[in-house]
């Protein structure tokens, strides 16, 4: 049985340890020795991309954002999507990912940055969507952990109503957002619909084949008719009229 090999470390914006290991083909990222990303587990990254380009068939010339490189998977599957006059700007903050992106990972996902269509962007991806206005036809974003950060509590703005709001400014008419989370969250979808977006969440398998272990990506687009179809629909809580009343004096009849 072949070892794991320690290949690489850097440190993450808010201090923690993040370190790349390899075990035969296989490659893993952990952060402060909890399990990031791995390249087994790639399917619901490639579910990312293909829910939230799927509107995108029969635009010839579509700027895309993908926010969070990850080890490429997002990128290779809009790549593969999209045709030859396609935009793809990849936001990423830390220049450790992309290294061992173009060292490491190019024989798992076919090298995707040396695609001609594609600009790569270094620095916080809050400030490259907010000088974004109506520029992309689909954001996709995997940045941290999903909305419940995970390396860097920075990453919080991203997905609060701040970074909703950049969002919903950055995107085309008729364009999506997509989002990746390990985790479900119900106040992140009523963030969302509370932003102005109708909303699909769509349950996705961690890697081919599995049962047990799921991703969730939630695509939202101000236009419900581009969602694609599947998922569920998530209903903004209804206030009782009881709620509604409470504090107010009955006029006396």
């Not at 010339?61 to 990850?70: D, F, R, W």
């Not at 419940?148 to 709001?165: H, K, Q, W």
Request: glycine share 12%; hydrophobic share 35%.
């Amino acid at each position: 049985m072949k070892s794991r090999i320690k290949l690489a470390t850097t440190p993450t914006p808010d201090g923690s340890e993040m370190v790349l290991y390899q075990h035969d083909r296989d490659f893993s990222i952990e952060v402060n020795g909890q399990d990031l990303m791995h390249s087994r587990q790639h399917a619901s990254e490639l579910a990312l991309a293909r829910l939230g380009c799927a509107h995108l068939a029969d635009c010839r010339a579509p700027g895309i954002l993908i926010g969070g490189l990850g080890m490429g998977y997002t990128l290779r599957q809009a790549l593969d999507m999209l045709g030859p006059g396609a935009r793809v700007t990849v936001g990423e903050l830390m220049e450790a990912v992309v290294r061992w992106n173009r060292e490491f990972f190019g024989e798992i996902n076919g090298r995707p940055l040396e695609d001609k269509r594609v600009v790569l962007k270094r620095g916080d991806i809050v400030e490259l969507i907010k000088h974004s206005k109506s520029r992309f036809h689909a954001i996709l974003l995997d940045v941290d952990n999903g909305p419940d950060a995970m390396t860097d509590s920075g990453n919080r703005r991203l997905y609060g109503r701040e970074g909703i709001g950049a969002c919903r400014r950055a995107l085309a008419e008729q364009g999506c957002l997509a989002v990746w989370s390990a985790e479900p969250s119900k106040k992140y979808e009523q963030r969302l619909m509370a932003g102005g977006f109708h909303v699909r969440r769509f349950r996705v398998p961690a890697y081919q084949g599995a049962q047990s272990q799921s991703r969730f990506v939630w695509v939202a687009s101000v236009d419900p008719t581009i969602l694609p179809p599947g998922g569920g629909e998530p209903r903004l809580p209804i206030k009782s009229a009881t709620a509604k009343g409470r504090g107010r004096p009955r006029k006396r009849r």
